[in-house]
């Protein structure tokens, strides 16, 4: 028996994500799927003590398309938890403790989720809220008492999988419905160029709230490979990091072009002498500036790891695009380039009356195809405005994702991204409405008015935000120090400006 089958073969006839985990659990038991500071579960491990959580929330009445809330540090516990919600049939809601209270609680309230799983000792950071919480420590030996065996086969590819909420310019974040159908596919359709399997180590470096981490725990789980969920200390030291690569063995890295730099910068300086394993690097999340990679490339070359720019959007489910990156490119001073698109997507660049536009010539990306996500979770006006009928290929019922983002067709058809049309912004790979910040902003008692704008700081590539504001008596300013902690009040801390300068 071939040890890595092609994943488009071997599960061509299953459409949910969970389903094609079992196989994994079915064909390697044994195998470690996961593991986090130590602690090691076997795929055989993992699928049992998930099967009994997603019987205990059948009980609970989730079903397909149901909502659950989980809220988790960075543990084995997150994985099982996922897992589990998707055998249930529900599509889980992540929710990062960083986020300010605010954010939590309209999040909770908005998803509508009647159930909300964490852990006793992070209860007591949670906003009030409706759902029904269980707490997978304290209740561990009542979920332990259920069936170990697989649920009935029940979900379906258009069943919703997850939700995950993005930034909203009017303040309000919003959260886009992605099925289990646009996630499978998504590494059906580049099984050909990555040929992931059983082999490959994979981090879970981002959070589990921002849309890389679906790639990053997949990509690991669906190949029968072992996935390595990062501290979020670890996450936060490069230094850290590096030496984890090399102890775990780690095959897939994938990162966004400000945190690679900083782990170019610790390689650097690193004193640890164990040789990297990594087959690929890939970059997501911001826009990549190749200049930024030329001294991987002199230590490195361009050929083990490969590195692979992939462009993408949460609305259109992690990737949209895929160009291997090489030291030649950064010897040509070449832009942005994203490549082309994922074989099953349609990527479009079209005009203001939405006709496409010239070779070289500037045009928003709109995305079509398998990808495409659901939509806006009760948000329909919305959902309608970005989500719209696909016109160019006129196959019913077709729909196009409008980006918001400008790109153009060079002259051998790859892509070349130019930036944001709106007044959204990416750092660090976390999509941002700048007019959510100003929104915050105004709502202080002290604050008349206030624009912010994302900088550069220097260095190609790399931005901070700046507020610039009036405050409503010249004379009784608000501190630097006091706009901070009430930002962090009511946005994520990703979001808070780096500076606040006053205007008369």
């Known amino acids: 028996m071939n040890p890595n089958p092609p994943l488009h073969n071997t599960f061509s006839d299953l459409d949910a994500i969970h389903r094609i985990f079992e196989q994994q659990a079915l064909e390697r038991p044994g195998c470690p799927a996961v593991c986090c500071e130590g602690k090691i579960l076997t795929y055989r491990e993992l699928n049992e003590v998930s099967n009994r959580l997603a019987h205990y929330l059948k009980k609970l009445g989730v079903e397909q398309d149901t909502p659950v809330g989980l809220c988790f540090d960075r543990s084995l516990e997150m994985i099982i938890a996922i897992l589990a919600v998707l055998k249930a049939g529900g599509a889980y809601v992540p929710v990062d403790l960083a986020y300010p209270r605010e954010r939590l609680s309209f999040m909770l309230t908005d998803s509508r989720a009647p159930v909300l799983l964490t852990m006793e000792s992070l209860a007591a950071s ?15 030996a009542t979920i332990g008492k259920e069936s170990s065996e697989n649920l009935p086969d029940e979900v379906k590819g258009a069943n919703a999988a997850y939700i995950i909420y993005t930034s909203g310019s009017t303040g309000t974040p919003k959260g886009v419905t ?15 160029w990555f040929h992931f399997n059983s082999n490959d180590v994979w981090t879970l470096f981002h959070s589990y709230a921002f849309d890389f981490s679906v790639w990053e725990i997949w990509g690991a789980l669906l190949f029968g490979g072992r996935l390595v969920v990062v501290p979020y200390l670890v996450s936060r030291s490069p230094s850290l990091f590096y030496d984890l690569l090399g102890q775990e063995g780690v095959t897939v890295l994938n990162q966004t072009p400000s945190a690679f730099r900083q782990l170019i910068w610790a390689e650097d300086s690193s004193q ?71 074989p099953d997507l349609q990527l479009y660049l079209l005009d203001e009356d939405l006709k496409p536009v010239p070779t070289e010539a500037p045009g928003e990306i709109f ?19 970005r989500f ?53 902003l105004n709502k202080h008692q002290a604050v008349r008015e206030s624009v912010v704008i994302a900088h550069e700081t220097g260095i190609k590539g790399d931005k901070r935000l700046v507020a610039y504001l009036i ?13 901070r902690e009430y930002l962090k009040e009511h946005i994520p801390e990703y979001m808070v400006p780096a500076v606040f300068l006053f205007l008369d």
Do not use: C
């Open 272 to 342: 640890s002498k164990r040789p990297l394993k990594l087959r690929y690097v890939v970059f997501g999340g911001e826009a990549l500036e190749l200049q930024s990679l030329r001294p991987w490339f002199d230590r490195h070359g361009d050929e083990t790891p490969q590195l692979v720019n992939m462009y993408g959007i949460t609305e259109t489910t992690v990737h949209v695009t895929y160009r291997v990156i090489t030291k030649r490119d950064v010897e040509n001073n070449l832009g942005s380039v994203i490549g082309v698109p994922i």
């Open 178 to 192: 992605v099925t289990h159908h646009n996630t499978v596919r998504l590494f059906r359709a580049t099984d050909a």
């Open 126 to 140: 949670l906003p009030e809220h409706g759902a029904r919480t269980i707490h997978l420590d304290s209740h561990r």
């Open 471 to 483: 405050s409503k008596q010249k004379d009784k300013a608000p501190s630097i120090s006091e706009l």
């Open 388 to 440: 719209i009928a696909d016109h160019i290929s006129k196959k019913p019922g077709a729909r196009l994702y409008r980006s918001g983002d400008l790109a153009r067709f060079l002259n051998n058809g790859e892509l070349e991204y130019l930036g944001r049309m709106d007044h959204q912004v990416k750092i660090r790979g976390f999509r941002i409405e700048l007019g959510e910040i100003e929104s915050a």
């Open 367 to 385: 995305v079509g195809g398998e990808g495409v996500a659901r939509g806006y979770l009760h948000r329909p006006e919305l959902t309608e405005s």
